[in-house]
T-cell receptor, first 112, second 122 residues
Framework: DQQVKQNSPSLSVQEGRISILNCDYTNSMFDYFLWYKKYPAEGPTFLISISSIKDKNEDGRFTVFLNKSAKHLSLHIVPSQPGDSAVYFCAATANSGYALNFGKGTSLLVTP | EAGVAQSPRYKIIEKRQSVAFWCNPISGHATLYWYQQILGQGPKLLIQFQNNGVVDDSQLPKDRFSAERLKGVDSTLKIQPAKLEDSAVYLC????????????????????FGEGSRLTVL
């Protein structure tokens, strides 16, 4: 069963606008969340993360918001750039482990 | 700093044949993971090693998949015999956790992924 869900397979945004990627999870034991970015023929690369003790984490153009009561997190990219076009994976980890549970990914296309 | 190295990058085999993938993690990284990513899906954990011991292999199909990490460095993932549904990208990742098990909400440290080995089973 999919414990991390990304319900939007794809998203298209104009350059300069905000991109919002959403992620839902079902396992209440998840306490650390990460976003990974993946270009074709490359492995995923870490983008940004958030601990369950916070509700927001910001790094440059990227901000992740966590709503624990709704079991929902989102990644905001402002402003979006063509180089941001990639597949974004939401991931979570539980308890004392380090292994990540991934969603199916959202393919972001930023058009000029 | 050298990244996670994987080989081969691509492999095409027929069903019932065997295949092996190799991974060399980032130097000093104690934890090594093998993930399977089927087209259109997110990566799924197959096995996790801490040094040369297995931490989690609950999702490894042990009737056909095996993995080892001798001497706590390099790792090999083997599939024998392969099935059509094994067609996927096999991703190796490593991470340097500083404490195990980690504390609730503690920063996990990111996983560093290799470029993956793409397997096609015909």
């Amino acid at each position: 069963d999919q414990q991390v869900k990304q319900n939007s397979p794809s998203l298209s945004v104009q350059e300069g606008r905000i991109s919002i990627l959403n992620c839902d999870y079902t396992n209440s034991m998840f306490d650390y969340f990460l976003w990974y970015k993946k270009y074709p023929a490359e492995g995923p690369t870490f983008l940004i993360s958030i601990s369950s003790i916070k509700d927001k984490n910001e790094d440059g153009r990227f901000t992740v918001f966590l709503n624990k009561s709704a079991k929902h997190l989102s990644l905001h990219i402002v402003p979006s750039q063509p180089g941001d076009s990639a597949v974004y994976f939401c991931a979570a980890t539980a308890n004392s482990g380090y292994a990540l549970n991934f969603g199916k990914g959202t393919s972001l296309l930023v058009t000029p | 700093e050298a990244g996670v190295a994987q080989s081969p990058r691509y492999k095409i085999i027929e069903k019932r044949q065997s295949v092996a993938f190799w991974c060399n993690p980032i130097s000093g990284h104690a934890t090594l993971y093998w993930y399977q990513q089927i087209l259109g899906q997110g990566p799924k954990l197959l096995i996790q090693f801490q040094n040369n011991g297995v931490v989690d292999d609950s999702q490894l199909p042990k009737d056909r998949f095996s993995a080892e990490r001798l001497k706590g460095v390099d790792s090999t993932l083997k599939i024998q015999p392969a099935k059509l549904e094994d067609s996927a990208v096999y991703l190796c990742a490593s991470s340097p956790p500083t404490s195990y098990p980690r504390r609730q909400g503690e920063h996990t440290g990111e996983l560093f992924f290799g470029e993956g080995s793409r397997l096609t089973v015909l």
